[in-house]
């Protein structure tokens, strides 16, 4: 009888000993698996090529061509739980350009008043503003493992701080080609908000601005509005 009772104490404690030992370490499995999970992207850097336009804009005033632009933000991005969504706020700049059609601004007069004139002086002319920029975002990922795969959308604003602002034209053509560059901020908004929206895949999205904030100060000019729409390149 109490060899019995030995031999079954002895089968006891071999088999917790065994279930301790595979408690404690994982198999090849389970490393193998934990070490492939994908970290997801945080969509840090945005780079924005877009088109500039007005709109709101009289008669009185010509554009043409496509105005360029261009911004460059980093965001940081604060996941919301384990869901699809997060938040996203950053820094950074945004330069906008509009050309004139034959017309030029008064930026070299004193006066309180931004005036359109028609003029043939210049072969091309063109109205440009830098802002500093802090990007706001409420992001959805369709494949919140990797960002950089799959469908993506956000909703935002920007709050913007106007830099400079600055007239340019060319004049002359070939060789006797010059530019006559004339800086002045006293016209232009000191502040910006626009709302934002971007949709897209992977690493491309299309992007699209509409300011609530007019161009101009008030009585300093036309209550112009500037919308850019263009591409949105995404990553790290």
């Given at each position: 009888?109490?060899?019995?009772?030995?031999?079954?104490?002895?089968?006891?404690?071999?088999?917790?000993?065994?279930?301790a030992q595979n408690t404690s370490t994982p198999n090849n499995n389970t490393i193998d698996k934990r070490s492939t999970v994908e970290?997801?992207?945080?969509?840090?850097?945005?780079?924005?090529?877009?088109?500039?336009?007005?709109?709101?804009?009289?008669?009185?005033?010509?554009?043409?061509?496509?105005?360029?632009?261009?911004?460059?933000?980093?965001?940081?991005?604060?996941?919301?739980?384990?869901?699809?969504?997060?938040?996203?706020?950053?820094?950074?700049?945004?330069?906008?350009?509009?050309?004139?059609?034959?017309?030029v601004m008064n930026f070299k007069d004193t006066g309180s008043q931004v005036l359109f004139a028609n003029s043939s002086t210049y072969k091309r002319y063109k109205f440009t503003t830098t802002r500093l920029e802090m990007p706001l975002e409420l992001r959805f990922f369709g494949n919140n493992k990797n960002r950089n795969r799959g469908f993506k959308a956000a909703i935002g604003a920007t709050v913007g701080l106007s830099l400079s602002s600055h007239t340019k034209g060319i004049i002359g053509s070939g060789g006797t080609k010059f530019n006559e560059k004339v800086v002045a901020k006293r016209f232009v908004q000191q502040w910006d908000f626009a709302p934002t929206f971007r949709i897209g895949y992977g690493n491309f999205s299309l992007?699209?601005?509409?300011?609530?904030?007019?161009?101009?100060?008030?009585?300093?000019?036309?209550?112009?509005?500037?919308?850019?729409?263009?591409?949105?390149?995404?990553?790290?």
């Open positions: 009888m109490r060899n019995r009772f030995a031999l079954v104490a002895l089968l006891m404690s071999i088999g917790v000993a065994a279930k970290k997801p992207s945080r969509d840090f850097v945005m780079i924005k090529l877009t088109t500039s336009a007005w709109v709101n804009k009289p008669d009185s005033i010509k554009t043409k061509g496509i105005g360029r632009g261009f911004a460059m933000s980093i965001m940081y991005d604060f996941p919301i739980k384990k869901s699809n969504f997060s938040f996203a706020a950053g820094l950074g700049f945004n330069s906008q350009n509009v050309f004139l059609d034959g017309q992007f699209a601005s509409y300011s609530l904030t007019p161009v101009f100060k008030d009585a300093a000019g036309p209550q112009v509005v500037p919308v850019s729409v263009g591409i949105c390149l995404i990553g790290l």
